[in-house]
């Protein structure tokens, strides 16, 4: 007797995160969840380094040693935003192509985790507010309207990831703001370093409001599709929080920078002014 042949299949396993299958919702809360977990890890990592190797965050005042932790995540989240608007605007790829229903699987990873950095955003600024009993109502908003824009692209998942991922660009000053006022807060507002980062910074935050008009740009050209595909709640998130960063948000934060440079002072915690460096600061005041 001849043996029949023996067929064997073998299940192909992805090749790296973007491969994978989104249209899961057990993967999608999955990578969520990820998404939170990792930077609310890198929030206590920054905490614990800093405190170990960093004297100008020994001396802060806790709820400053809290906004320090929070710039250097918000920074960290805004290289990873940075790298996928620019991927988004520069590749000639699916989301280029169909800037209304264009998806892929690196653009989906981006959304999910974005979600998960937003929703440790939230909790960490409130639960900043609320113990020390501060609120910063910009700030606020901005990451209420990230939020709620990302989870509902999660949602209603047939909405394309090309505004997404271009609105995740505007996260390109964020590095920037996070060395500037570590730097501020360390004394080095009159150094050389500290201002090119300022002047870069500030070059980034026109470069946002140049982004927000190319995202009305590419709404106007595209309404009717928009219209027809994306939910009327997710439109309405998506075109009040852009009308917020045109007309208020990117106007007042560019002013502000902008008037740092010629002022260094730390408007984030009553205007004080920066010192001129830590050392001398604490000899000062020890005399």
């Not at 653009?107 to 929703?119: I, Q, R």
């Not at 501020?184 to 026109?206: D, E, V």
């Not at 460096?277 to 604490?282: D, F, I, Q, V, Y």
Request: glycine share 6%.
């Amino acid at each position: 007797m001849t043996s029949q042949p023996t067929i064997t299949t073998t299940m192909e396993r992805p090749s790296s995160v973007f491969d994978l299958d989104y249209s899961s919702w057990e993967l999608r809360l999955q990578v969520i969840g990820l998404g939170f977990l990792f930077y609310s890890l890198f929030f206590l990592i920054c905490h614990i380094l800093s405190a170990m190797l960093c004297l100008t965050y020994r001396v802060l005042p806790a709820r400053e040693k809290v906004f320090w932790d929070l710039a250097a995540t918000r920074a960290l989240f805004g290289v990873q935003s940075t790298a996928a608007g620019l991927q988004a605007l520069a590749e000639d790829g699916a989301l280029f192509a169909d800037k209304v229903n264009g998806q892929t699987g690196w653009s989906w990873f981006n959304v999910l985790t974005a979600v998960g950095f937003f929703l440790f955003e939230n909790v960490a600024l409130h639960g900043s507010s609320l113990v020390f009993r501060s609120f910063d109502l910009p700030l606020a908003a901005h990451h209420a309207f990230a939020l709620a824009g990302f989870a509902g692209a999660v949602v209603w998942n047939t909405v394309g990831h090309f505004l997404p991922m271009v609105t995740l660009l505007l996260e390109m000053s964020t590095p920037f703001t996070c060395i500037s006022w570590m730097l501020l807060k360390a004394g080095w507002s009159r150094t050389l370093f500290w201002k090119a980062n300022q002047w870069l910074m500030i070059h980034m935050f026109h470069c946002r409001m140049v982004l927000t008009y190319y995202m009305w740009w590419v709404s106007w050209s595209h309404w009717t599709e928009l219209s027809i595909y994306v939910p009327l709640p997710q439109r309405l998130v998506f075109f009040t929080g852009l009308a917020l960063l045109t007309v208020l948000i990117n106007p007042i934060w560019t002013h502000k920078k902008t008037m740092q440079l010629l002022n260094p002072v730390d408007w984030n915690f009553s205007n004080k002014p920066a010192p001129e460096n830590g050392l001398k600061a604490e000899k000062a005041h020890s005399s």
